[in-house]
């Protein structure tokens, strides 16, 4: 009966290790539906995956850059700069959507390029180097705009921020799944993902293993910027205007998110419950009532405690061996 | 007080199990004062084990441990150090980027009123350096000084402390013959002091050398303790393996063949390497022996593009190659084992599996653009059998494996890369000795394929047991080369210093 009860324990806790973030977000749903009657809810939910969508597609770029071994702390801007490029050149520049939301996401790359040279060819931390390339980028905003939100944006464009397929399920949503299957599969049945996580790991032995080192590096950041400016695109779309000052704060909750979901544990998918987990907790918060200055401490605590999770979760799996 | 039968440390059915392991059974071991104790055992028997549970880092289950006529309880290593047993591990433990002197105080700087006695603190190690007879400055940065240098660091440090006993994990693993030397000098002075020492090596010779008795471990059990001058090295090795001895080198019909790889008159612009030249044959298993820091592993990383050659031509199969980075060496056949496997050959938290195909990604690729798993996965059992590799799964990451085990994955990664000039760096240390057996019977049935095998060893007696023709460097530069007929350790370790 013992032995019976503690194999039980052992095949939960493999089970809740392999979850990862998916677990906290599923503790989150039980309790929530306990307490609170509004949060069970198809019409929450959605809201809940719509509220990720910018984070969660900014996250899924930063997720290559921290699995290599890096950070980059400029995605934010990087978004931000796509988005109020985008929104000048369809108004200003009287562009069709689809051209604009190209030159926006070529540029948006072009950045996270920029940031990928600084760290591998003059070996700047990236740290400091993507902190400069966020100043710089927020500097060009600044000019571009002139520090003033770009309105009056088409329908067709807004769609994509604000749409619905089928009248239930939000266009962003559909976007960020999409990117994220691709992520997952790049990360997983690639050369360049595998390159990624060598790299991450132990640069000197994938160099002495024939990997090209720089070029991996390089691109992860370019990818980085690429979805940043695409996360941007649909921000700008979700805020209806470019707004100068709309991605100051993302960077760090896609870095977060990353941290939160454990991608480090092999899958891009666990990006995906980190950004969920931010959304969930933001929305159950919002649902008690909980003033959004206090949300801020709950927040930044949830980072902490994620991570420890996950520490501790490594620690518990390594003497298991 | 201080007669040489006294007893400093005791340890008694010690008892120690980790989940779904036991890793000690009832193991005794007996220290006198004064003594060099040699604790052998094949990887896996348990001495780091035994180790760490008198470092404080583990508790054992049960036993007593009885310390300086004291029966005592280690609780942490902060204890065992103020207790009197100082460890030196495997792997350093020091900081790269203060100086020596303050790495040998590291914890313990002379304090006046809460300020750092810097002064003192620099004539005090360097008076105790220069007492142990090692030629090193203790103002000089940690990073500038060689591994070897650092690991005689690491023991000044555990000296310094004046402890009753102090623990050596393979102190020798990344010395040369000179600096071995060296350490014994410092062993005996220990010895003479009083001081107590338990050493751990894998290489046998060096038990004869300057121990006085040795406790024999297997499988976590205690096998029995000797005095050294009783038992012959195959005795010792019978008792570590519970076995009858085979040849530790097996042999081979060396069939010789035509010149694969022929280096001429490379150099790195005249730091660590000098104008070297030699030619490496098919079916030929070729030793470059010398002191550590003559310029081997330079040499051997030039070639294979790790590190930019200033002059000099590699020709392959007599056509000139131009290697400027690893890429390039391995599309034109060349593997490189590394000395450091861990830091340079291995992704510790990766899987065999991952580690294994990590040169031939494109082996696995369907259509040129994604994994096929499965291929992945047959071509990492197919390497794990060939291999003799000890593992429950291909799944299983590779920080979990024995060192031998984790060499494996390393050769395994450059066999299916097919290359078929093979560098081996170091390729057994810190490896058993059944281990070792195995890994030159890998290298004899890749010279039985036709592949060129290069072998760089600071292990004289190994370079003499495996190779077909010996390479000898100094300074930089081939002193000399020996063939087979005339191998002789005196032969080579004149040529080591010169010639």
């Keep these: 009966m013992d032995k019976a009860n503690k194999n039980i324990k052992e095949k939960l806790g493999t089970i809740a290790n392999g979850m990862g973030a998916w677990l906290i977000i599923l503790i989150l749903i039980v309790v929530m539906t306990l307490i609170n009657d509004k949060f069970f809810t198809v019409s929450n939910f959605i809201n809940v995956f719509r509220q990720v969508c910018v984070v969660g597609i900014c996250a899924l770029g930063v997720s290559f850059v921290v699995l290599g071994g890096e950070i980059d702390l400029s995605s934010g801007m990087s978004a931000t700069f796509a988005g109020c490029n985008a929104a000048l050149l369809i108004t200003k520049c009287n562009m069709p959507v689809w051209l604009a939301i190209l030159i926006a996401v070529a540029i948006g790359s072009l950045v996270g390029l920029v940031s990928g040279f600084i760290v591998t060819y003059w070996k700047i931390p990236s740290f400091i180097g993507t902190l400069g390339m966020q100043y710089v980028v927020q500097g060009f905003i600044l000019i571009t705009t002139n520090s003033m939100p770009v309105t009056g944006l088409p329908d067709s464009f807004l769609y994509l921020g604000r749409g619905y397929i089928a009248n239930v399920i939000p266009v962003p949503v559909v976007i960020m799944l999409i990117f994220f299957i691709i992520g997952a599969f790049l990360l997983k049945y690639t050369p360049f993902g595998r390159s990624v996580i060598a790299v991450g790991e132990n640069p000197e032995a994938a160099a002495l293993s024939g990997l090209k080192v720089k070029m991996t590096k390089m691109l992860m950041f370019t990818l980085g910027g690429f979805c940043a400016a695409c996360a941007g695109i649909v921000m700008t779309a979700r805020l209806s205007s470019g707004q100068p000052s709309s991605g100051s704060d993302l960077s760090l909750q896609a870095l977060a998110a990353v941290y939160i979901g454990g991608t480090f544990n092999g899958s891009m998918f666990n990006t995906l419950a980190g950004a969920l987990v931010w959304g969930f907790i933001n929305n159950s918060l919002n649902l008690l009532g909980v003033s959004a200055y206090w949300q801020k401490v709950v927040l930044g605590g949830i980072i902490i405690l994620a991570v420890l999770l996950d520490t501790i979760r490594a620690k518990v799996s390594v003497k298991k061996q | ?499």
């Design chain 2, 1 to 499: 007080m201080g007669t040489a039968t006294e007893t400093i440390l005791e340890l008694r059915k010690i008892n120690k199990a980790f989940p779904g392991v036991k890793a000690l059974t009832d193991v005794e071991l007996m220290l006198k004062k004064g003594e060099v104790l040699a604790l052998v055992g094949e990887n896996g028997a348990g001495k780091s084990t035994l180790m760490k549970i008198l470092s404080g880092a583990y508790k054992k289950d049960s036993g007593s441990i009885i310390f300086d006529g004291k029966e005592v309880e280690i609780q942490s290593p902060i204890h065992s150090e103020e207790l009197g047993i100082a460890i030196i591990y495997q792997e350093l433990n020091l900081i790269q980027r203060i100086t020596v002197a303050e790495n040998v105080y590291l914890g313990r700087y002379p304090e006046h009123n809460g300020v750092i006695q810097w002064k003192q603190m620099y004539e005090d190690s360097q008076k105790l350096i220069n007492e142990l007879g090692i030629n090193i400055d203790v103002h000089k940065m940690l990073r500038e000084m060689s591994l070897a240098e650092q690991q005689l660091i690491e023991i000044v440090k555990a000296v310094s402390t004046n402890a009753k006993v102090v623990i050596m994990d393979e102190p020798t693993s990344s010395l040369s013959q000179s600096e071995t030397e060296l350490l014994f000098d410092i062993i005996r002075k220990l010895k003479e002091k009083g001081t107590s020492i338990i050493f751990i090596t894998h290489r046998l010779d060096e038990i004869y050398a300057v121990c006085d008795r040795m406790t024999i471990l297997r499988d976590g059990c205690y096998i029995g303790s000797r005095d050294v001058k009783d038992v012959t090295k195959n005795e010792m090795i019978e008792m570590m393996i519970g076995r009858k001895l085979t040849n530790q080198y097996p042999s081979r019909e060396s069939v010789i063949g035509e010149t694969v790889l022929e280096v001429k008159n490379i150099s790195d612009g005249g730091k660590r390497v000098k104008n070297v030249s030699f030619q490496a044959h098919s079916g030929e298993v070729l030793g470059f022996a010398g002191l550590v820091g003559a310029g081997r592993t330079e040499t051997m990383r030039m070639i294979f593009g790790a590190d930019k050659k200033i002059s000099g031509e590699i020709f392959i199969r007599g056509k000139a190659v131009d290697i400027r980075s690893p890429r390039d060496a391995i599309r034109n056949g060349i593997g490189f084992v590394t000395e450091n496997r861990k830091e340079e050959g291995l992704f510790l938290r990766s899987s065999i599996k991952v580690n294994t195909v990590m040169v031939a990604l494109k082996k696995i690729l369907k259509a040129g653009l994604y994994f096929d798993f499965k291929k992945e996965k047959a071509y990492a059992e197919e390497y794990v059998k060939k291999l003799h590799t000890a593992t429950s799964s291909v799944n299983k990451r590779v920080m979990f494996l024995s060192g031998g085990n984790q060499q494996k994955v390393v050769l395994a990664k450059w066999l299916l890369s097919d290359a078929d000039i093979i560098i081996l760096d170091e390729p057994t240390r810190g490896i058993d000795v059944g281990a070792k057996r195995e890994i030159y019977e890998i290298i004899n049935e890749l010279v039985a394929e036709k592949k060129v095998v290069i072998v760089v060893s600071s292990d004289m007696e190994e370079v003499i047991g495996i190779c077909d023709r010996i390479i000898v460097m100094h300074e930089g530069v081939i002193s000399g080369e020996v063939l087979k007929e005339s191998f002789s350790q005196s032969t080579i370790g004149q040529l080591s210093v010169g010639g």
